[in-house]
C-alpha cells in the first residue's frame, strides 16, 4: 500500500524516491546516521542537492524516512508472520530480531544513536513500532487464555519490552556471541512468564528455561 506521500508522486518519482532513501541507508552503513551529508547524498542517488531538499526539506527529515520505512517493513513482516501461539510468536519475534541485528551489524550499529537517543520525537515512532510488536504476542497468550486472572496485559507488555529491548541491539551483540544474547533473553522472559502463565504457555517456558539454562551453562559470557 502507498503511502500519503507516495500516492501524490509518479512511479518516476517513486523510483527515485526509493533510490535516494536506498543510497541514505547506504550512507548510514558507512559513516554512521550522524557522519551523512546532503551533498554525498546527492552524489550517491544522483540527483542534485536542491532536489533532496525540494522532497525531504531537510537531511533529518530525509534520514529519518529512510530509517523508519526499513524499520515498519521488518517488522511488518514478523507481526504477519503466521504463528498459532502467542508465546511462540514472542520467542519468533526475539530470534527474527537477534538475526537481523547480527546480518546487519553495520547499519545497526549506525542506528543505535537515533534509536536510543531522545533527542527528537522520531525515536518515540520506533519506540512505538517495536512495542506493539511484542504487545501483539503478549495480547495473542491473553487471547488463549494462558494468563492467571490478575495479569495486567499493558503492564506485562511493558515489562517484555524493557526487558528485551537493550539486550537486541548492536552493543550486546559486539560484546557476547548472537546466540548467548538471544538465549539470555529468552531465558529472562520464560523464568518472568513461568510464574504468571497456564497451561501450554506455562509448560513451554517451563521446558524452555530448563533447556536454556543448560545451554547457558559454562558460558564465559554468563
Known amino acids: 500500500m502507498k503511502t500519503p506521500t507516495e500516492k501524490k508522486l509518479t512511479e518516476r518519482q517513486i523510483r527515485r524516491r526509493e533510490n535516494i532513501l536506498a543510497a541514505a541507508r547506504e550512507l548510514i552503513t558507512e559513516r554512521g546516521y550522524d557522519g551523512v551529508t546532503m551533498r554525498d547524498l546527492a552524489k550517491a542517488s544522483g540527483v542534485a542537492p536542491k532536489t533532496l531538499y525540494h522532497q525531504f526539506e531537510s537531511k533529518e527529515k530525509l534520514l529519518r524516512a529512510a530509517v523508519e520505512e526499513r524499520f515498519r517493513h521488518a517488522y511488518q513482516q514478523i507481526d504477519e508472520a503466521d504463528i498459532a501461539r502467542g508465546i511462540d510468536r514472542l520467542f519468533y519475534i526475539i530470534d527474527t530480531v537477534g538475526k537481523t541485528t547480527r546480518d546487519n551489524m553495520a547499519y545497526a550499529k549506525a542506528l543505535g544513536p537515533i534509536l536510543s537517543s531522545r533527542r527528537s520525537k522520531s525515536s518515540e515512532v520506533f519506540t512505538r513500532i517495536r512495542m506493539n510488536t511484542y504487545r501483539r504476542a503478549i ?40 546466540d548467548v544474547t538471544t538465549t539470555v533473553v529468552k531465558l529472562d522472559l520464560c523464568l518472568i512468564l513461568a510464574s504468571v502463565t497456564t497451561g501450554y504457555t506455562h509448560r513451554k517456558v517451563i521446558t524452555m528455561a530448563k533447556k536454556l539454562q543448560k545451554t547457558l551453562k559454562g558460558s564465559p559470557y554468563v
Open 139 to 178: 495480547e495473542q497468550i491473553h487471547s488463549e487464555s494462558e494468563f492467571v486472572d490478575w495479569v495486567d496485559v499493558d503492564l506485562l507488555s511493558a515489562i517484555v519490552y524493557r526487558q528485551v529491548n537493550p539486550i537486541l541491539t548492536s552493543s550486546w551483540f559486539l560484546k557476547t556471541p548472537g
